[in-house]
């Protein structure tokens, strides 16, 4: 019991940070960060940033779609996230005639509005600590097993209580890797309408050639609104439904931000895994991420080509092309920071001072073994992890594969001999998947990605690893892959949207389908059978070992080096606060960045070769007679986009950027290349978030789309 108090109490001490690194949980400002955010400039309090008793910032920020970050900008439920969070919508009410990727859409008034199916957003009602509760509960349980199966019912059981006779939701999240429980309530919204986004060559300026760069003059922001019933309380989408009344809403700056001026993102950070060994690390830079790049490439590549010369597969492939091409890139920029900046030694020189610490410290024996045992386990993990990567980045890398995947179970269920009463659910929400998937799909295309997807598999795995359906079917084209693929797609269904729906609509109970000779669905099978069989097992007894070592190394860290080093909890997709300044950087020898971009950059870059750098007639004409109305910068230039060194990560995109007095100044949207690996490790020097300059957004708003109503929403202030 000694060792959990003890843990609990570290946590709320005074610790001097570094004011450009961490991401602070909101509720615990007062006790871990706030007295150096005041030091790097902010004005505001930590009761002013989140409050349960009290209206505040928190209030404003919601988590849109599961993966990005919102905030309100009006009083009558306008919110603002990033054009790459709202684009699956834009393209999906999109079509050739009304080509909204292409040409942007804004609705002129809210009868335009359009309702989003499937997307909700959440506000964050309370957190709270509940480490104390589970881990009395688990204190004398040793095996690991049966510890998670107490934690996750009890953390069930909490999350119950805290909700009871409420319309809210509730978790428990781990952080710290299981040392730390924090307790979260929240509220959801289910009619979220789009109101407006800029053309892609604007929201997506420069695409894949400008993702995770600088300087960037991306115009990534896209609006949308909420509505709730007549009480303001969540609801299904309904004409009835009016705008949401937020509790809290962000005033918008007009002034402008200067170097060295305080900033604050304020979100939903992905994860981040900033305490693991150098094993792990050298895991990620060696072998993961080099593996899926290498895949990744092939498929973008095809994909690319065919966009660029087809507005009908941009309209469909953007969004899914975008999704792919983010994580390819980033993953070279953590290689290359990783590389640059030595982090496999620096971790290593880290663990020899834990090593000696250890065997200064009895008190510290039990944790002499963690090491060299997250070694071995990383060491069978990396034997394993290019099978897996292979399977899931090239096998399922074809749509018709993946997509024929997600129909094997309810396949089975139709010839379960008692019928399941998940059958028809699951049978409609595969129909709705259906439809979704074919409106987005392009067949030659697949057809093409997949036999070179197929060939890279094939050259690069042994034969005992190739799933056996692949080596009878290619006996039968003597070892033609081509002639293979070829046969795949015109034999098989899936790749045919009219007769893959009307067999789904037409599967029965009791019925056997004909599915189960089509050779795509036998391909699916054959490849999910084998990863299940043979690698899954191992990976998830791996990854579980890894873990628990994991949760036993952050403990040690913890309880030994919090006089040494400043902790913060690694980024799990809960609220969390990032600080520092407005500032440039130098990223290699004789280049220095400026911290911020003007649009005379969008104009400089305009190629009509290349759809994603032709800018908009009327924009061009706009920054040509710098047409910029009340959002120029004191020099007479409009600012685009500004960096900052506050540490973000994936899930921040759309958080909003404040300054000193918390008005809103940007809207977060990527990393520098260079500073990639910071999500594994953090260096103040090179580490840069971009943000879109809100008075760029205004003027696009305004002056490029014509939609200036919508400013008569905001609280915009101009001093």
Wanted: a neutral charge; glycine letters at 6%.
């Amino acid at each position: 019991m000694k060792k959990y108090l003890l843990f609990t109490s570290i946590f709320f001490i005074s610790i001097s940070v570094r004011a450009d690194e961490g991401m602070w949980l909101p509720f615990l400002l007062e006790q871990t960060a706030m007295n150096n955010m005041k030091a790097a400039g902010c004005h505001m309090s930590a009761e002013d940033i989140y409050s349960v008793n009290h209206t505040s910032m928190k209030d404003g920020i919601l988590l849109f779609n599961g993966g990005c970050t919102g905030e309100m900008i009006s009083g009558e439920g306008l919110l603002l996230t990033n054009h790459h969070c709202g684009f699956g919508y834009v393209q999906e009410h999109g079509t050739i005639e009304n080509d909204y990727v292409k040409n942007g859409f804004w609705a002129m008034n809210r009868k335009e509005e359009y309702p989003c199916s499937g997307l909700s957003v959440t506000f964050i009602v309370r957190m709270e600590d509940v480490t104390e509760k589970i881990l009395m509960a688990v204190k004398n349980i040793s095996d690991a097993g049966k510890m998670n199966q107490v934690i996750d019912s009890l953390c069930q059981l909490i999350s119950k209580q805290a909700i009871d006779g409420t319309m809210y939701s509730a978790t428990v999240r781990p952080i710290y890797y299981g040392n730390q429980y924090i307790l979260i309530v929240s509220e959801s919204f289910r009619d979220v309408r789009l109101v407006g986004a800029p053309p892609e060559a604007v929201g997506n300026f420069g695409g894949d050639d400008e993702n995770w760069m600088w300087p960037r003059q991306t115009g990534d922001f896209s609006l949308f609104r909420i509505y709730a019933d007549k009480n303001n309380e969540p609801a299904d989408y309904s004409s009835d439904n009016v705008p949401y009344q937020p509790k809290y809403f962000f005033p918008i700056s007009l002034k402008g931000e200067k170097e060295g001026d305080f900033a604050m993102v304020y979100g939903f950070p992905g994860r981040t895994t900033e305490y693991i060994s150098s094993y792990a690390v050298n895991f990620i830079q060696k072998i993961s991420d080099p593996e899926r790049v290498k895949i990744r490439t092939v498929r973008l590549g095809i994909w690319m080509n065919a966009m660029q010369q087809s507005d009908t597969i941009n309209l469909h492939y953007a969004a899914k092309y975008s999704g792919v091409a983010n994580g390819w890139k980033k993953w070279q920029g953590e290689i290359s920071g990783l590389n640059q900046y030595k982090v496999v030694d620096r971790k290593k020189k880290q663990e020899d001072s834990i090593a000696q610490i250890i065997a200064a410290k009895p008190e510290f024996i039990l944790y002499e073994n963690i090491l060299p045992q997250l070694k071995l386990a990383y060491d069978s993990l990396g034997q394993i992890q290019t099978i897996a990567d292979y399977y899931n980045e090239a096998l399922r890398g074809s749509e018709a594969i993946s997509f024929a995947e997600k129909w094997l179970a309810l396949i089975d269920e139709s010839n379960d001999p008692k019928m399941p009463a998940s059958f028809l659910k699951n049978k409609t929400d595969l129909i709705n998947a259906a439809n979704g998937f074919y409106k987005d799909y392009n067949r030659d295309l697949d057809k093409k990605a997949t036999e070179a997807l197929l060939k890279l598999f094939l050259s690069d795995m042994q034969s005992q690893n190739v799933p056996i359906q692949i080596s009878n079917d290619l006996l039968k084209f003597k070892n033609n892959v081509h002639a293979y693929v070829e046969y795949l797609f015109s034999k098989s269904i899936i790749p045919n949207s009219f007769l893959a729906i009307s067999n789904l609509v037409q599967l029965n109970f009791g019925k056997k389908s004909k599915l189960l000779t089509d050779p795509i669905v036998q391909l699916a099978k054959s490849i999910n059978e084998t990863y299940i069989q043979k690698y899954l097992p191992s990976i998830l007894r791996l990854n579980a070992r890894i873990n628990t070592l994991n949760k036993q190394y952050m403990q040690f860290q913890l309880l030994a080096l919090s006089d040494k080093k400043d902790f913060y909890p690694d980024a799990n997709s809960t609220l969390r606060v990032a600080y520092g300044n407005v500032k440039g950087y130098n990223p290699r020898d004789a280049v220095t960045y400026k911290w911020f971009t003007t649009v005379n950059g969008v104009n400089e870059k305009n190629n009509p070769a290349n759809f994603l750098y032709t800018v908009p007639a009327k924009l061009k004409t706009l920054i040509q007679q710098k047409d910029f109305g009340e959002y120029a910068d004191a020099d007479g230039n409009l600012h685009a986009c500004f960096i900052t060194n506050c540490h973000t990560t994936g899930g921040n995109s759309g958080s909003p950027v404040f300054d000193a007095d918390g008005n809103l100044i940007g809207t977060n949207f990527d990393r520098v290349y260079e500073g990639t690996m910071s999500d594994i490790y953090f260096n103040s020097e090179i580490c840069r978030n971009v943000s879109l300059d809100i008075r760029y957004t205004l003027f696009l708003i305004d002056k490029f789309a014509g939609a200036e109503y919508l400013l008569n929403e905001m609280k915009i202030v101009r001093q």
